[in-house]
């Protein structure tokens, strides 16, 4: 078998951090907020990460998201192709946005058999992870199907969670029904939301955000052992170094704590507190 | 009562005894018919009206001991026609009209003459109106009769027939909001779809030998008002005429060779809501105008005799129904929820709002210190739900011994309590219920959401109703009182001042949560002004201002 040079693109709201996109040379295709009657990329330079938190709540009006156009993606997909043997694009869940459809169109000029698409199910590390994951399969294995293959047991062995300090980003945001519904306003509800092959699910639903917080950790350590981790925040570090102290005990050396791009930020409001965890157990 | 019935004939004794049933049915109902009211006009009358129409058709029969049932179903026809009052009255005794001119010349009658006497009811009611509208009692008559028509098909058993036809009844008054705009606003099913509903299920009760008649205790128990409703509701209330709502009037014409037809054409153009039924001989009139001169001079020229008049001003009545009345929707639509059911005890609407948008719970029974809800009502809602488990929050200490009988008694349906004593519990309950359910076994589910209750604490602050000195506490007849858990912990001038006192003696700011359910006598402005002081003084914990609109209780507070 001759080894292949695989190479993966994704996009911004893998809130993949530099020294890891720098490390394996994965291209990322900005996904875009609007407001205030200009489009931003979510490319870490149109947008300052940091001061978009602060200012979110007091925005006349809700910042909307919208995904790269084709074009973006092909010219992504086409740069990567240029020196890779196969592309592996792995984007954000069709079932809540359309990234995955412009991936589809700006791929469409690529062999099909140098080109694999495919859906996350996932949000920001929990998407992230599988990138990682997958570079580091191809880079050891230089076989595709062998990456493909780690790619699907990560999505199998992976959890992400996070804890809202409000609803009413997410209701504001509008993509997630239940959230929609208004449900959890009266009582200042803080969710725990779950995401799993794409869907938002409510994982808990508590009164206090510390309560919030220690559920989480409690759903971190069920995921142990840990093999990667990446602790996520929206303009929360303190909360987000509280977890990491908290659980010391299992920190996988591949542990990161990774603010929240404005992207999702939009929808999860600043505040919140989350995790994406890969189990060792991806590796059976 | 049981009685012994063939159940393929039935004939006037019978139908005497189902007809007595379904108004004993209605008249034990007949408040909370009331309180859905909101179509044509809200002025909270539907119940009543068809249970005095329904008990003038009664009259008439009362002291008959005839069997021939033709005769019995043609002297109720005319007795309702009678004593008709409201809309749903007039609609209710066409039905009654129809309904014996099939059976007429009968004896006795069968399952499938059953069923034509139903088309016949239906189309009869139909016809009353200028212009029938979907979503009400009409629709819920036709539902009926149709399902009557199928089932008669095939069945001759008189009692399944009815069951079938109760049951599609049902459906029918559930599917009410989606067809009539008001009724999906005010969040309530038609009220006189309902009050229907009510006598064929009377009707269906007696079969089966369940309670209808009218005891003591059932009767002594009226359902609970005074809750208010909010304002964005009422608001869609109002007449969008801009006189108002006029007058309804109504009365007897008597005489002879009436053309009805043409009385009614007249009678239609003089106003709205306008029903007008009889014969040549005697004819109802029922109609809203904003001139009650004129369907009364209108009469009197045509040369009748006025019999049994009635004007009412319904703008008046639909005032003071705005003022008091009470949202019914979360009482009496279930929620559908999967798994295991919850019914509530709960007073005001915030409260009863919270319970079941935010926090699942299928059905809330108004209720609470001042009005135990008693085991049939509990009963009522659990067999109201199609879950076949069920967890009762009591709420109350008083009505956990209820909410236990009627666990025991509940027939095909496994049921617990959870003994929860305060509101407060009830809502640290239902957290627990919205995280387990559908994942845990019944009892599973029951034991996390009693051990939820452990870590919550509840203030509860109202009037003193006498001079009373209890646990160290004095406190004066009409003054402030706070009950911490239950028992006497302050006491004062003002509510606000009683909470600061009884939380400071608890050391509130080592708590993680606090939460103020303002009571309907409290403003928001004032709830909340309180809970930003209770944010100065106790820093530690999250404090979260929601209104309850719970009667007699300025404020319940839960500290967690």
Redesign the interface.
């Given at each position: 078998m001759t080894f292949l040079k695989i190479k993966f693109v994704t996009d911004s709201v893998a809130d993949l951090p530099q020294e890891l996109v720098d490390k394996h040379d994965i291209g990322v295709v900005p996904t875009f907020v609007n407001y205030g009657g200009q489009s931003f990329a979510d490319d870490g330079k149109e947008l300052n990460r940091e001061t978009f938190y602060d200012d979110l709540p007091s925005l006349p009006t809700h910042p909307t998201t919208a995904a790269p156009p084709p074009a973006l993606a092909e010219e992504a997909l086409q740069r990567a192709a240029e020196s890779a043997d196969h592309v592996i694009a792995i984007v954000t869940p069709a079932k809540l946005s359309t990234t995955y459809n412009s991936f589809r169109i700006g791929g469409s000029g690529l062999p099909s058999n140098r080109y694999t698409l495919i859906d996350s199910g996932q949000v920001s590390l929990g998407m992230g992870w599988q990138v990682i994951v997958g570079a580091e399969v191809a880079a050891q294995t230089g076989s595709v199907e062998a990456t493909l293959d780690a790619i699907q047991r990560v999505q199998h062995n992976q959890a992400l969670y996070c804890a809202l300090l409000t609803m009413e980003f997410l209701r504001r945001g509008g993509r997630v029904s239940w959230a929609a519904a208004?449900?959890?306003?009266?009582?200042?509800?803080k969710p725990i939301l779950q995401v799993t092959n794409g869907d938002v699910l409510p994982a808990?639903?508590?009164?206090?955000?510390?309560?919030a917080v220690d559920h989480m950790i409690e759903l971190i350590r069920q995921q142990a052992p840990l093999d990667k981790l990446a602790i996520i925040h929206s303009n929360n570090l303190e909360g987000a170094q509280h977890v990491k102290d908290t659980i010391a005990d299992i920190l996988p050396v591949d542990t990161h704590i990774v603010r929240v791009g404005p992207t999702l930020g939009v929808h999860i409001g600043p505040g919140s507190l989350g995790f994406a965890s890969v189990s060792t157990s991806w590796k059976a | 009562m049981i009685v012994e019935l063939s159940r393929r004939v039935c004939d006037g004794f019978r139908l005497k005894f189902l007809y007595a049933s379904g108004l004993a049915w209605l008249e034990h109902n007949r408040e909370r018919v009331n309180q859905l009211n909101v179509y044509p006009v809200p002025d909270g009358d539907t119940g009543t009206n068809m249970t005095l129409t329904m008990r003038k058709a009664y009259a008439a029969i009362s002291d008959w001991d005839d069997s021939h049932v033709g005769k019995v179903a043609d002297a109720m026809a005319r007795g309702a026609l009678l004593g008709a009052r409201g809309n749903s009255g007039v609609i209710l005794s066409q039905i009654l009209r129809g309904f014996a001119n099939v059976l007429k010349d009968r004896e006795v009658f069968d399952a499938s003459t059953f069923a034509y006497a139903c088309r016949a009811a239906s189309e009869e009611a139909y016809r009353a109106v200028e212009k029938p509208v979907e979503g009400t009692i009409l629709t819920v008559a036709k539902a009926a009769a149709e399902a009557a028509y199928r089932v008669a098909q095939e069945e001759s058993d008189l009692q399944v027939v009815l069951e079938v036809t109760l049951a599609t009844a049902k459906d029918a008054l559930r599917r009410t909001p989606e067809q009539l705009d008001i009724l999906r606003k005010a969040g309530v099913v038609d009220s006189g779809g309902q009050g229907l509903v009510y006598i064929l299920e009377g009707m269906a009760r007696m079969l089966q030998g369940e309670p209808v008649m009218l005891h003591e205790t059932l009767l002594a128990q009226d359902v609970p008002t005074g809750d208010t409703h909010d304002g964005t509701w009422q608001d869609k209330l109002e007449p969008e005429d801009e006189d108002g709502y006029g007058y309804d009037v109504q009365f007897l014409m008597r005489g002879d060779n009436f053309d009805v037809a043409q009385v009614r054409r007249d009678f239609e153009s003089m106003g709205w809501s306008t029903l007008v039924v009889g014969d040549p001989s005697l004819i109802k009139v029922h109609i809203h105008v904003h001139n009650p001169a004129h369907p009364i001079g209108y009469a009197i020229e045509a040369g009748a005799m006025l019999d049994d008049v009635v004007v009412e001003n319904m703008q008046l009545q639909y005032e003071a129904q705005a003022a008091q009345r009470v949202k019914k929707d979360i009482d009496d639509a279930p929620v559908m929820v999967d798994g295991v059911a919850v019914v509530a005890v709960a007073a005001g609407d915030g409260m009863r709002k919270l319970m079941v948008r935010e926090l699942g719970a299928a059905v809330v029974i108004s209720g609470g210190q001042t009005m135990n809800p008693s085991a049939e009502d509990f009963l009522t809602a659990i067999n109201n739900l199609p879950n076949d488990e069920v967890i009762l929050l009591p709420n109350n200490k008083n009505i956990i011994l209820a909410a236990e009988q009627a666990a025991k008694l509940a027939v095909g349906k496994t049921v617990r309590v959870v003994p929860t004593r305060t509101v407060p519990q009830g809502v640290a309950a239902l957290m627990a219920y919205i995280n387990a359910n559908g994942s845990v076994s019944l009892d599973d589910l029951a034991g996390e959401m009693a051990a939820s209750t452990h870590s919550v604490r509840t203030i509860e602050v109202t009037t003193s109703t006498r001079s009373i000195t209890l646990d160290d506490v004095t406190a004066k007849e009409g003054e402030v009182i706070a009950l911490l858990d239950g028992k006497l912990a302050g006491s004062g001038q003002s509510p606000e001042g009683v909470v600061e006192h009884v939380l400071t003696t608890l050391n509130a700011s080592q708590a993680e949560l606090i939460t103020l359910y303002f009571g309907d006598a409290v403003r928001e402005a004032q709830a909340s002004r309180l809970g930003e002081r209770l944010g100065e003084l106790f820093p530690g914990p999250e404090i979260v201002v929601v209104r309850g609109g719970q009667p007699l209780y300025p404020y319940l507070i839960s500290i967690e």
């Amino acid at each position: 078998m001759t080894f292949l040079k695989i190479k993966f693109v994704t996009d911004s709201v893998a809130d993949l951090p530099q020294e890891l996109v720098d490390k394996h040379d994965i291209g990322v295709v900005p996904t875009f907020v609007n407001y205030g009657g200009q489009s931003f990329a979510d490319d870490g330079k149109e947008l300052n990460r940091e001061t978009f938190y602060d200012d979110l709540p007091s925005l006349p009006t809700h910042p909307t998201t919208a995904a790269p156009p084709p074009a973006l993606a092909e010219e992504a997909l086409q740069r990567a192709a240029e020196s890779a043997d196969h592309v592996i694009a792995i984007v954000t869940p069709a079932k809540l946005s359309t990234t995955y459809n412009s991936f589809r169109i700006g791929g469409s000029g690529l062999p099909s058999n140098r080109y694999t698409l495919i859906d996350s199910g996932q949000v920001s590390l929990g998407m992230g992870w599988q990138v990682i994951v997958g570079a580091e399969v191809a880079a050891q294995t230089g076989s595709v199907e062998a990456t493909l293959d780690a790619i699907q047991r990560v999505q199998h062995n992976q959890a992400l969670y996070c804890a809202l300090l409000t609803m009413e980003f997410l209701r504001r945001g509008g993509r997630v029904s239940w959230a929609a519904a208004g449900i959890g306003a009266l009582l200042q509800i803080k969710p725990i939301l779950q995401v799993t092959n794409g869907d938002v699910l409510p994982a808990a639903r508590v009164r206090t955000f510390s309560k919030a917080v220690d559920h989480m950790i409690e759903l971190i350590r069920q995921q142990a052992p840990l093999d990667k981790l990446a602790i996520i925040h929206s303009n929360n570090l303190e909360g987000a170094q509280h977890v990491k102290d908290t659980i010391a005990d299992i920190l996988p050396v591949d542990t990161h704590i990774v603010r929240v791009g404005p992207t999702l930020g939009v929808h999860i409001g600043p505040g919140s507190l989350g995790f994406a965890s890969v189990s060792t157990s991806w590796k059976a | 009562m049981i009685v012994e019935l063939s159940r393929r004939v039935c004939d006037g004794f019978r139908l005497k005894f189902l007809y007595a049933s379904g108004l004993a049915w209605l008249e034990h109902n007949r408040e909370r018919v009331n309180q859905l009211n909101v179509y044509p006009v809200p002025d909270g009358d539907t119940g009543t009206n068809m249970t005095l129409t329904m008990r003038k058709a009664y009259a008439a029969i009362s002291d008959w001991d005839d069997s021939h049932v033709g005769k019995v179903a043609d002297a109720m026809a005319r007795g309702a026609l009678l004593g008709a009052r409201g809309n749903s009255g007039v609609i209710l005794s066409q039905i009654l009209r129809g309904f014996a001119n099939v059976l007429k010349d009968r004896e006795v009658f069968d399952a499938s003459t059953f069923a034509y006497a139903c088309r016949a009811a239906s189309e009869e009611a139909y016809r009353a109106v200028e212009k029938p509208v979907e979503g009400t009692i009409l629709t819920v008559a036709k539902a009926a009769a149709e399902a009557a028509y199928r089932v008669a098909q095939e069945e001759s058993d008189l009692q399944v027939v009815l069951e079938v036809t109760l049951a599609t009844a049902k459906d029918a008054l559930r599917r009410t909001p989606e067809q009539l705009d008001i009724l999906r606003k005010a969040g309530v099913v038609d009220s006189g779809g309902q009050g229907l509903v009510y006598i064929l299920e009377g009707m269906a009760r007696m079969l089966q030998g369940e309670p209808v008649m009218l005891h003591e205790t059932l009767l002594a128990q009226d359902v609970p008002t005074g809750d208010t409703h909010d304002g964005t509701w009422q608001d869609k209330l109002e007449p969008e005429d801009e006189d108002g709502y006029g007058y309804d009037v109504q009365f007897l014409m008597r005489g002879d060779n009436f053309d009805v037809a043409q009385v009614r054409r007249d009678f239609e153009s003089m106003g709205w809501s306008t029903l007008v039924v009889g014969d040549p001989s005697l004819i109802k009139v029922h109609i809203h105008v904003h001139n009650p001169a004129h369907p009364i001079g209108y009469a009197i020229e045509a040369g009748a005799m006025l019999d049994d008049v009635v004007v009412e001003n319904m703008q008046l009545q639909y005032e003071a129904q705005a003022a008091q009345r009470v949202k019914k929707d979360i009482d009496d639509a279930p929620v559908m929820v999967d798994g295991v059911a919850v019914v509530a005890v709960a007073a005001g609407d915030g409260m009863r709002k919270l319970m079941v948008r935010e926090l699942g719970a299928a059905v809330v029974i108004s209720g609470g210190q001042t009005m135990n809800p008693s085991a049939e009502d509990f009963l009522t809602a659990i067999n109201n739900l199609p879950n076949d488990e069920v967890i009762l929050l009591p709420n109350n200490k008083n009505i956990i011994l209820a909410a236990e009988q009627a666990a025991k008694l509940a027939v095909g349906k496994t049921v617990r309590v959870v003994p929860t004593r305060t509101v407060p519990q009830g809502v640290a309950a239902l957290m627990a219920y919205i995280n387990a359910n559908g994942s845990v076994s019944l009892d599973d589910l029951a034991g996390e959401m009693a051990a939820s209750t452990h870590s919550v604490r509840t203030i509860e602050v109202t009037t003193s109703t006498r001079s009373i000195t209890l646990d160290d506490v004095t406190a004066k007849e009409g003054e402030v009182i706070a009950l911490l858990d239950g028992k006497l912990a302050g006491s004062g001038q003002s509510p606000e001042g009683v909470v600061e006192h009884v939380l400071t003696t608890l050391n509130a700011s080592q708590a993680e949560l606090i939460t103020l359910y303002f009571g309907d006598a409290v403003r928001e402005a004032q709830a909340s002004r309180l809970g930003e002081r209770l944010g100065e003084l106790f820093p530690g914990p999250e404090i979260v201002v929601v209104r309850g609109g719970q009667p007699l209780y300025p404020y319940l507070i839960s500290i967690e």
